[in-house]
């Protein structure tokens, strides 16, 4: 009987141990509580829509392309190790302004009325607003879109440089938006829009994806890509911004960007 009372209390005592340890926060892992021997590094958080090959895409679980490999150079010069967080292209402004990420990096066109809301740093890439059509399509060069008696239905990767000039230009009527430059294509193919007014680098990669389509040699719309930074965030600012000339002067952006564009 005595035997079995202490095995009771041993039980109770072990089942109170197990209960307080797994209370305790500082059992529980947490990365931002900084190890003493090895300084933890500082994330850098990139916010981007990884739906936009060269810049940035998915190969299996990880993005790759041209701005992630910018970013990581980037990171790597702050000392810093980067974190890509994905969403919707129209949601990156917001995030950055509201701090949920430090950055926005996602073949970003600068804008004039994107610059009120946040800043841009020195450019790094230039873009190319194409169109894409169906081969055979009777839509041959950008001013047939603007023909008189034309009605066709443009297709475009929501809250994009190609969706606000397309509805400035054709009215939201004839404008019809998706997620993402990949659903607009798909669309296109099945037949129910006429054409899709997206960057040229991701138009290339759509177009190989996808049989039966092309890309109009007419330009649209000619664009410089920078990096935007909630502002008064000067001094990260000035960091990413610094960053980015270097990579530019001793020609690693070029490198990344051969290696990506062919
Ligand atoms: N250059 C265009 C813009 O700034 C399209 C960018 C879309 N980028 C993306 N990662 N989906 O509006």
Avoid: W
């Amino acid at each position: 009987m005595k035997k079995f009372t202490k095995m009771i209390a041993l039980v109770l005592v072990c089942g109170m141990l197990f209960c307080l340890a797994a209370c305790d926060p500082a059992s529980t892992p947490d990365n931002s509580t900084p190890d003493s021997s090895t300084p933890a590094q500082q994330t850098l958080k990139m916010g981007t829509n990884a739906y936009f090959q060269p810049y940035e895409y998915y190969e299996g679980s990880k993005i790759i392309g041209i701005d992630a490999e910018i970013a990581e150079a980037i990171a790597g010069k702050l000392g810093m190790k980067l974190e890509i967080v994905d969403m919707k292209f129209d949601a990156i402004i917001t995030a950055v302004q509201e701090g949920s990420v430090d950055f926005g990096m996602a073949g970003m066109t600068v804008k004039e009325d994107r610059l009120k809301e946040v800043d841009f740093t020195t450019s790094y890439a230039t873009g190319v607003q194409v169109i894409i059509v169906k081969e055979g399509s009777p839509i041959t060069t950008v001013d047939d879109l603007y023909a008189e008696d034309a009605s066709y239905k443009v297709g475009v990767q929501l809250g994009t440089t190609g969706d606000l000039y397309c509805t400035e230009d054709f009215g939201s009527e004839n404008v019809i938006t998706y997620a993402n430059g990949n659903e607009a294509v798909l669309a296109l193919v099945g037949g129910s829009i006429d054409c899709v007014v997206i960057d040229n680098e991701p138009a290339k990669a759509l177009v190989q994806a996808n049989a039966g389509l092309q890309i109009l040699d007419s330009h649209y719309a000619d664009e410089d890509y920078a990096i935007c930074i909630k502002k008064g965030n000067k001094d990260l600012y000035d960091k990413i911004n610094a960053a980015i000339a270097e990579l530019i002067n001793d020609g690693t952006v070029d490198q990344i960007l051969a290696k990506y564009i062919h």
